[in-house]
């Protein structure tokens, strides 16, 4: 039987865990309202963007494609001519810290899904957050290239970032020659819950696109390819800068939720622990309260 | 037709302006600064870094802009830009500073990413101090 004194021991250490799931729970809190009002000034840009580059996508289509390489370099960020089916891409958001119930390992299984459906190709890997980078590093599959990772950036994301990522998706997307690239991250649906997304980001289908049929005589400056081509790219690092921030949020609401429930946890511990302790010190004196009556017995026979 | 625009400026982080009432709106563009009036033609419109110039009821207001897009079309001006500040809110100390902090970074050329990062900074930080320059005189 354990002693009194380690029951109190444990009691008082689980206190102290305690203690510190709260606050843990308390900064995430105080941080979800600051990425959330971040996530929600990012949209329009994203949306407009999406918008505007829908609109072209048609007139940008419709214009005769140069064989020449460079100027199906715009095209090619929609439907590929050249791409190697054998290379794809993989995009893996998670957190940089553990301690967030369970948003970490839905995406690493997804992940893994995602690897082991497309074993016998080359997997081009960006990983951002700690944990996605240390365990798709760790798995050391041959046919998987991780050629962008960025560990530390949350809670603190910044266009920057967004901007970095983006650079690097469209590179290795142009010069691998990738088929397609996919994105696996947590999106905020609320503070209680996150869900899990897995979408391909390139190529950019026309599909997908609304189908509207132009009717405006938009002139351009410098030429309608010109902005295009820049455009994609601000696109897809507004929609990166995006994904960054719900990932962020969604992070941090699930941090919250996590160490609410470990110091509710925790809690009943301490709780269930103070029973035992009482019944143990009840028993001890039982059992001493035994001995004198046993003993005064003895005596007075 | 009307004589009013309306502007809006968005950026990545938020919202500058939304459906400003203006009367002309005067853009960085790639190919040098343009003006839009009420009734231009729909125009889609690369930026450059460079300052962004509006009228409002006779007041003049100036925005550093990062480099972007524009859309005119319907006497409605989008202005989707990298990064953008109010001319009036702009510290001359801190973009000073952070020139400097810019191209030191840009002298040592180590870490890469800290480099490219370096060099947007040091373009957008030079970019702010000239509009606010220009605003002051």
Same mark, same amino acid.
């Given at each position: 039987m354990e002693s009194l004194r380690d029951i109190r021991q444990n009691i008082k250490a689980i206190k102290s865990t305690q203690q510190i799931m709260q606050t843990m729970k308390m900064i995430s809190n105080a941080r979800i309202r600051k990425a959330q009002d971040a996530m929600t000034a990012a949209r329009p840009f994203a949306t407009k963007m999406l918008e505007m580059v829908s609109d072209l996508t048609p007139e940008v289509l419709a214009l005769p494609q140069p064989e020449d390489g460079r100027e199906r370099w715009a095209s090619r960020l929609f439907i590929n001519h050249s791409a190697d089916p054998n290379k794809i891409g993989l995009l893996v958001i998670t957190a940089d810290k553990g301690l967030t119930g369970s948003f970490n390992a839905v995406i690493l299984r997804a992940a893994m899904r995602f690897i082991k459906e497309h074993e016998g190709q080359e997997i081009f890997v960006f990983a951002i957050g700690k944990k996605g980078r240390d365990f798709l590093s760790r %798995? $050391?599959?041959n046919n998987l290239h991780i050629v962008y990772e960025s560990v530390g950036i949350f809670p603190k994301v910044s266009y920057a970032h967004a901007e970095?990522?983006?650079?690097?998706v469209l590179k290795v997307f142009l010069e691998e020659q990738l088929a397609s690239v996919t994105l696996i991250y947590n999106d905020f649906k609320s503070l209680a819950s996150q869900h899990l997304v897995e979408q391909p980001i390139l190529p950019f289908s026309p599909h997908a696109a609304h189908e509207k049929v132009i009717d405006r005589e938009f002139s351009f400056e410098p030429g309608l390819l010109e902005i295009f081509k820049l455009m994609v790219p601000r696109l897809v690092k507004a929609n =990166?800068? $995006?994904?960054? %921030?719900? @990932?962020? !949020? !969604?992070? %941090? +609401? +699930? *941090? *919250? @939720?996590? =160490?609410d429930a470990a110091s509710k946890n925790a809690g009943e511990i301490a709780d269930a622990l103070g029973l035992k302790l009482n019944k143990v010190r009840q028993a001890g004196i039982t059992n001493e309260i035994l001995d004198i009556v046993n003993g005064a017995e003895a005596l007075t026979n | 037709m009307p004589n009013k625009l309306k502007l809006n400026l968005i950026t990545p982080q938020a919202q500058l302006l939304k459906d400003q009432?203006?009367?002309?709106?005067? &853009?960085?563009? &790639?190919l040098g600064e343009m003006g839009i009036l009420p009734g231009h033609i729909p125009v889609l419109v690369q930026l450059t870094y460079g300052e962004l110039r509006y009228k409002q009821n006779g007041q003049e207001s100036d925005f550093a802009v990062m480099g972007g897009f524009v859309e005119v079309k319907d006497d409605v001006v989008n202005v989707f830009a990298e990064g953008a500040d109010l001319a009036d809110e702009i510290d001359e100390e801190a973009e000073s500073q952070k020139i400097k902090k810019a191209k030191d970074a840009l002298s040592r050329k180590d870490a890469d990413i800290d480099f490219e990062l370096a060099e947007i900074e040091l373009k957008q930080a030079i970019t702010r101090m000239k509009v606010k320059q220009r605003k002051l005189g």
């Open positions: %798995l $050391r599959l970095l990522l983006g650079e690097a =990166m800068y $995006r994904v960054l %921030l719900e @990932s962020q !949020a !969604a992070n %941090l +609401a +699930a *941090t *919250t @939720s996590a =160490m | 009432e203006v009367d002309i709106v005067v &853009l960085p563009a &790639l």
